[in-house]
């Protein structure tokens, strides 16, 4: 059962343009969804999160749309750099809930071409 | 710096030997965790510890071992019960098994089974 999908599963973006990676979730319990970037060869690390009272949440480039009717959040990077190649995981859970209960998407391959 | 070390980074082990992956984190975290990463599928559960000699299984703990007799120390065991090893392990922490999500995580390890 997968509760969170997560498109697309790569994606080549030039630099300088806009990299959209979206999620859709199915527990609507869900109130917590996080980000994570991981660079190749390292440990993904928290990005980026949301909570679903908040439609928008914007950290420099990056951007989390969310969509509580649709049960759909995605992450925009604008003027993606070539440092922005990375896989990107989707997330997840109940805020005061456990991460045990921490559900990923299966990952976004992005590469940003010079 | 706090974080959390794992080794070793890469592991070669011939089918029906064990091996013991190490995890150790000094950001006096409680809650301790490992993941597995295979390419296209996410990441995904394998054991969790919330307290020193306690843990519980994840989505996917068939043919793994874990024990926590020290609140900095986590490691996993890959038993030769482990139908298909290969992978990328990861193992993360985070300050209490309630979280919001935010995890930390190792570099990760790379086991290939020849």
């Known amino acids: 059962q997968q509760q969170v999908k997560q498109s697309p599963q790569s994606l080549i973006v030039q630099k300088g343009g806009i990299s959209i990676i979206n999620c859709a979730y199915e527990?609507?319990?869900?109130?917590?969804f996080p980000w994570y970037q991981q660079f190749p060869g390292k440990g993904p690390a928290l990005l980026i999160a949301?909570?679903?009272?908040?439609s928008e949440k914007k950290e420099g480039r990056f951007t989390i749309s969310f969509n509580k009717s649709a049960k759909q959040f995605s992450l925009h990077i604008m003027d993606s750099q070539p440092g922005d190649s990375a896989t990107y995981f989707c997330?997840?859970?109940?805020?005061?809930?456990?991460?045990?209960?921490?559900?990923f998407g299966k990952g976004t391959h992005l590469i940003i071409q010079p | 710096d706090g974080g959390i070390t794992q080794s070793p980074k890469y592991l070669f082990r011939k089918e029906g030997q064990n091996v013991t992956l190490s995890c150790e984190q000094n950001?006096?975290?409680?809650?301790m965790y490992w993941y597995r990463q295979d390419p296209g599928q996410g990441l995904r559960l394998i054991y969790y510890?919330?307290?020193?000699?306690?843990?519980q299984k994840g989505d996917i703990a068939e043919g793994y071992s874990v024990s926590r007799e020290k609140k900095e120390s986590f490691p996993l065991t890959v038993t030769s019960a482990q139908k298909n090893p290969t992978a990328f392990y990861l193992c993360?922490?985070?300050?209490?098994?309630?979280?919001?999500?935010?995890?930390?995580f190792g570099a990760g390890s790379r086991l290939t089974v020849l």
């Open positions: 510890s919330q307290i020193v000699n306690d843990f």
């Open positions: 950001l006096n975290h409680d809650a």
């Open positions: 949301i909570r679903p009272d908040v």
């Open positions: 993360a922490s985070s300050i209490g098994l309630v979280t919001g999500g935010v995890l930390t």
């Open positions: 527990n609507t319990a869900f109130d917590y």
């Open positions: 997330a997840a859970t109940l805020r005061w809930g456990g991460a045990d209960g921490l559900t």
